[in-house]
């Protein structure tokens, strides 16, 4: 059975094909959620409960075609649900981003630095493109946006990059 197979009855309350289909996207799930929380029990956790709101809403959803960018969608909005968790926890102590053995290299913490100050659409879109290697299209179904719009946000958030990056990481709104 194919993913459109599995989404058209999953939707109907097949629960194997539920799994099946969240099955084929595990790792692009597990991929995004880390990508956006650096964490891996967060990651975990998060996909966990994208899979249960899924599953409660999966009934719903009009178009079972396109389930997987709705799926991916999901995930988004848990992972930044997470991250305003995070912001709210602020005065207590946070965790390193990875092991204390773990030497972490400078730059990819001034990148992270810079992604995490960015307005949110073009994170967004710098992720899925960078960091899940997807392509325009396959973005501009998960956003639900059309493909000359993730052009644009893609080439601005490269754009805020490169001034934050080279100004030694100072936030850049250009």
Not at 20 to 41: M, P, T, V, W
Not at 101 to 130: G, I, W
Not at 153 to 160: D, N
Request: net charge positive.
């Amino acid at each position: 059975m194919e993913e459109k197979q599995w989404a058209a009855e999953a939707c109907k309350g097949d629960e194997s094909a539920f799994h099946a289909l969240i099955d084929s996207q595990k790792r692009k799930l597990y991929g995004i959620a880390f990508s956006y929380l650096r964490n891996e029990a967060d990651a975990l956790e998060t996909v966990q409960e994208t899979v249960y709101r899924a599953w409660m809403k999966c009934s719903k959803l009009k178009d079972p075609d396109h389930f997987v960018p709705w799926l991916f969608r999901i995930l988004i909005n848990c992972c930044i649900d997470e991250q305003r968790r995070r912001k709210r926890q602020r005065s207590m102590p946070m965790e390193p981003h990875g092991s204390s053995s773990e030497m972490v290299n400078v730059y990819k913490l001034d990148l992270e630095e810079a992604m995490d100050q960015m307005k949110p659409k073009y994170r967004h879109a710098l992720m899925l493109k960078y960091y899940q290697e997807m392509t325009v299209p396959e973005i501009a179904r998960i956003l639900d946006k059309p493909e000359g719009t993730i052009k644009t946000w893609i080439h601005q958030g490269l754009k805020q990059l490169r001034g934050q990056m080279e100004r030694g990481g100072e936030v850049y709104h250009g």
